[in-house]
């Protein structure tokens, strides 16, 4: 069964710290993406990584970075969280063949307080 | 900027009527894509349809695709209330090399099946 799995369902961050979001796939994907998801603003694209150490800006990539040392795990990073960036968050990987579908994980819930 | 629009953004329908939910997109894609939601969940796929499809049906859905007009709708029929939830579309953007690319979403349908 394929496996998309989120380091942490819920987290809670002050202002101001280092967060790291972590995303680890089981299926040998080339592409894993990272979206938010707000209430009205459906889910939009932070990153997206096409490799190893490839990746490549989303729509709403200020604020967060990211870093792709292995094929499988994908990590978001939140510099220096901000309220703003209190959000859900999805991870999803896609196998860079013609035509599949993209696989999730469960969320993260991400307050910062 | 969103590449999927999606309307309505809310539906409200009986048990046993069918729903209807329209995806449009801005540029060239590889595929269009239909996932659901459960609230607070991640998302799961439901069908894609290649941009040289112009309909295609899996069990109660039925997805259409109008390149021309750069638009999909996904029709859903029979809706039970199971069926409530969030519905999405993604369209598949083209790197040019032949392999899949972006992945963007729209807004979403929120749909509610009452019994």
């Known amino acids: 069964d394929v496996k998309v799995t989120q380091s942490s369902r819920y987290l809670v961050k002050r202002t101001g710290e280092k967060v790291f979001l972590e995303c680890v796939q089981d299926m040998d994907h080339e592409n894993m993406f990272w979206y938010r998801q707000d209430p009205g603003l459906g889910l939009r694209l932070i990153y997206f990584s096409y490799d190893v150490k490839m990746k490549e800006k989303g729509d709403i990539p200020e604020g967060y970075s990211v870093s792709r040392e292995k094929k499988e795990r994908f990590s978001l990073i939140l510099e220096s969280a901000s309220t703003n960036q209190t959000s859900m968050y999805l991870c999803a990987s896609l196998n860079s063949d013609r035509a599949t579908e993209a696989f999730f994980g469960q969320g993260t819930r991400l307050t910062v307080v | ?115």
């Open chain 2, 1 to 115: 900027s969103q590449q999927g629009e999606e309307d309505p953004q809310a539906l409200s329908i009986q048990e046993g009527e069918n729903a209807t939910m329209n995806c449009s997109y801005k540029t060239s894609i590889n595929n269009l894509q239909w996932y659901r939601q459960n609230s607070g969940r991640g998302l799961v796929h439901l069908i894609l349809i290649r941009s040289n499809e112009r309909e295609k049906h899996s069990g109660r859905l039925r997805v259409t695709l109008d390149t021309s007009k750069k638009s999909s709708s996904l029709l859903i029929t029979a809706s039970r209330a199971a069926d409530t939830a969030s519905y999405f579309c993604a369209t598949d953007m083209a790197l040019g090399s032949g392999n899949t690319g972006k992945l963007i979403f729209g807004q979403g349908t929120t749909l509610q099946v009452k019994p």
